[in-house]
């Protein structure tokens, strides 16, 4: 290597600064762009989530394919020491209501039921520990193998051996009973299809055959048990009103009992009928239709004595219309005729004319007297009237007194009569109930059949392998996700350039991948290799870091050591010295120098040397393999780094070298615990902090951020490290990061150095 001529010729200078001026000269055209292209949405899209879950997925696969695998691998032992269950299924019929023989109207001949309440209250019913209890005890299940099986799966015989059942235990038949009820309501399963008046009952048992004789005992039994509750219901409404009939019968009788001696008491006569009423009311009514009847015949009696009166002589319609007056007054007018006839000979003096004249006198004497026995016969009808009327009035006042006494004493019995007739109507009302509740329970029929018997099962019903493997597999897959959600919550490191921009509030100014290759070979020798797109792409974007384009001195510096700071430095000075530009290399880590041996170059003399005022900045300078690459190393480590880089010399030695290179690269060391990069960076024209993806607790960044402006350094940007671009391909796939793939990154040799830990 070949001391380095730092009296550059004018031609050189005028090289490199061309290139950096022309890159200045078009910064405000690009930054009118960039504020002129359209602005994403606020918030991540859909595609967005996509791909980072999936980015997720790529960086945690072993993981979830590990949790997936242990959930298969634990559902295959499940399954395989799981006991072999058999399930017999019977179905039966069971309708909302029985068929009548006989059709009688009894309340529960139309009975409005709701079917879903009804099929609800069966299915209970079926499960329900009384016919259980029932079954246990038909089936004689205490003294049998049912209660205590032997085992017939290999973790079942692995436990009975682990823990033997104790001597007398279950012993009591009782408490066997009891148990066998239990577990026939464990096993036991109701199901009825829609629309439908079919039930299906199931059970579930090791043993097929149990499976299939607990199944028919529970159907047959609950076909048996609904008969016997309609036939007890039955029973016991008959008992019920047989009870109350004979209360009613006895309250009757007390009912007409006092009624009658009440009446017997009061001497209380009542018509009979339909509509009883006392003999006072009954003669009242009488006396007044009567007392109507008499009155109205007076009047009209009046009314012909009255005409009577005042028509004179036979002019009364009366007189005209009697028979005997008429035969008279014919008899008369004949003798009267007759008298004419002979007056016209004989002289009224003549004794046959004067005998006529005597008998017509005689014949008018005896009209008048009729004439007056009629008009006698009207007064004397209309006096007998009138005195018939004044005694019914009498009589009438009389039995008034009557009534109203009556009634006083009637209200009682008005009150034991209603009460008589509502017992009475009562007791033919239930009496009329229970005749036909006698027919209607004689005459009903069950509303439950079996339709199909169980059959012993051939095959156990489960384990089901496929279903427990996709059950654990999903519960695998679950709870990896879970992990993945938690590591994500307490990893708080950076792994995203959009974090470090959100939270921040720093430009990502580059991303470097995790490679396995030489990184300096790559920036040597292979210029599309994914390393050297990734920090050529760094270098441009410092060109276009601030408004003056590429700082003159530029402070590399991380949070924490072993972040890559190092290699960062190296990399973007053989990438500008590439570029044409004339660049120094300053190793500032006074107490853990590594840049030297990225380089290749000694490290006994250098910037501690010149600072201590024992050599000048050009004597130690050193040149480098890379042509426009000067390095200046650390030199020997002293004792108090940070006094010396707090000197004037170091501010004279960035002044005079930025006169002469065009940038000036200086690796700081760490900024967490130690005053030299804060020192470093207050004196340099920018600040580039380099963090290692998924390493740096992002609490540290911002401590390290917060020293760094305390010493008012000028930050540039972010350049995130170790960026794994497996983990994250598909994910920064959409902002175009995917080309590195192209360029065959993850295709590339074993590494000779971990240069991304420098």
Request: proline share 5%.
């Amino acid at each position: 290597m070949n001391a380095p001529d730092f009296n550059f010729g004018p031609e050189r200078r005028e090289r490199g600064l061309t290139v950096v001026g022309d890159r200045r000269d078009l910064m405000p055209e690009v930054w009118r762009s960039a504020e002129m292209a359209p602005s994403e949405p606020d918030g991540p899209n859909l595609r967005d989530q996509f791909f980072k879950i999936l980015g997720l997925a790529l960086k945690h696969r072993w993981l979830i394919l590990a949790c997936c695998i242990g959930g298969l691998v634990i559902g295959f032992l499940v399954t395989f020491a799981s006991t072999p269950i058999y399930r017999a299924t019977a179905s039966i019929q069971v309708d909302l209501a029985a068929a009548k023989v006989v059709k009688l109207d009894t309340p529960d001949s139309n009975p409005q039921v709701d079917s879903y309440r009804f099929y609800q209250t069966q299915r209970e019913l079926l499960q329900s520990r009384l016919l259980a209890e029932r079954v246990a005890s038909n089936l004689d299940l205490g003294d049998g193998g049912f209660v205590n099986p032997k085992p017939s799966s290999s973790w079942a015989k692995l436990k009975r051996i682990i823990f033997p059942d104790k001597p007398g235990e279950k012993s009591d038949l009782a408490g066997r009973k009891a148990a066998a009820a239990g577990l026939i309501q464990g096993g036991l399963s109701v199901f009825q299809a829609s629309n439908s008046s079919l039930v299906s009952i199931s059970f579930d048992s090791p043993d097929p055959g149990w499976a299939a004789k607990i199944a028919n005992a529970v159907a047959q039994g609950f076909t048996d048990l609904n008969l016997e509750r309609r036939y007890g219901q039955s029973a016991y409404s008959r008992k019920f009103l047989e009870e109350k009939l004979a209360e009613l019968k006895v309250k009757l009788e007390e009912s007409e009992k006092a009624l009658v001696e009440y009446q017997d008491k009061e001497q209380i006569i009542t018509s009979k009928g339909k509509d009883q009423q006392p003999l006072a009311d009954s003669d009242l009514l009488s006396l007044n239709s009567a007392l109507q009847g008499v009155r109205t015949e007076r009047i009209r009696a009046q009314e012909l004595w009255q005409q009577a009166e005042r028509t004179p002589g036979l002019a009364l319609p009366q007189i005209i219309n009697d028979k005997s007056i008429g035969a008279l007054r014919e008899k008369r007018a004949f003798l009267a005729s007759e008298y004419q006839e002979k007056l016209a000979t004989f002289k009224p003096d003549y004794p046959d004319m004067r005998r006529l004249k005597a008998q017509i006198a005689q014949f008018d004497s005896e009209i008048e007297r009729a004439a007056t026995t009629v008009k006698g016969s009207l007064k004397a009808q209309y006096e007998s009237l009138l005195q018939q009327e004044e005694l019914l009035q009498k009589d009438i006042e009389k039995a008034s007194g009557k009534v109203l006494e009556a009634r006083g004493k009637g209200i009682q019995m008005q009150i034991l009569q209603r009460e008589a007739d509502s017992t009475r109507t009562l007791y033919d009302g239930l009496l009329q109930q229970y005749k036909d509740m006698g027919v209607a329970s004689a005459t009903g029929v069950n509303n439950v059949a079996v339709v199909d018997r169980a059959q012993t099962p051939g095959a156990p019903y489960k384990p089901d392998l496929k279903k427990n493997l996709l059950i654990w597999f999903a519960f695998g897959l679950f709870a990896a996700c879970a992990a993945v959600a938690g590591l994500e919550i307490l990893d708080d490191t950076f792994k995203s350039p959009e974090e470090i921009e959100d939270q921040l509030g720093l430009a990502v100014l580059g991303f470097i991948p995790k490679v396995k290759e030489d990184i300096f070979e790559s920036l040597r020798n292979s210029p599309v290799s994914p390393i050297s797109e990734s920090y050529r792409s760094l270098r441009t974007a410092l060109q276009f870091s601030t408004s003056n384009g590429l700082p003159k001195s530029l402070v590399v510096t991380s949070p924490n050591a072993g972040e890559g700071k190092s290699t960062t430095s190296v990399a973007l000075a053989i990438n500008f010295a590439q570029l044409g530009m004339s660049v120094l290399l300053i190793d500032a880590d006074l107490r853990n120098p590594s840049a030297h041996q990225l380089l290749r170059c000694q490290a006994e003399n250098g910037l501690t040397n010149y600072l201590v005022g024992s050599a000048s900045a050009g004597n130690m300078m050193q040149g480098t393999d890379v042509p426009r690459l000067c390095f200046m190393a650390s030199g020997p480590l002293p004792p108090n780094p940070a006094e010396l880089l707090a000197g004037q010399n170091m501010v004279r030695l960035l002044s005079s070298a930025s006169e002469k290179f065009d940038i000036v690269i200086i690796d700081a060391p760490p900024v967490l615990g130690l005053a030299d990069a804060p020192l470093l960076a207050s004196v340099g024209a920018g600040t580039l902090l380099v963090l290692g993806a998924g390493e740096t607790r992002r609490g540290v960044v911002k401590a390290a951020l917060k020293r760094l402006h305390f010493a008012r350094a000028q930050m540039v940007g972010v350049v995130l490290n170790k960026f794994d671009m497996r983990a994250a391909n598909y994910a920064y796939h959409s902002y175009g990061y995917g080309a590195l793939q192209y360029y065959g990154y993850g295709n590339q040799s074993p590494a000779k150095t971990d240069a991304n830990q420098i």
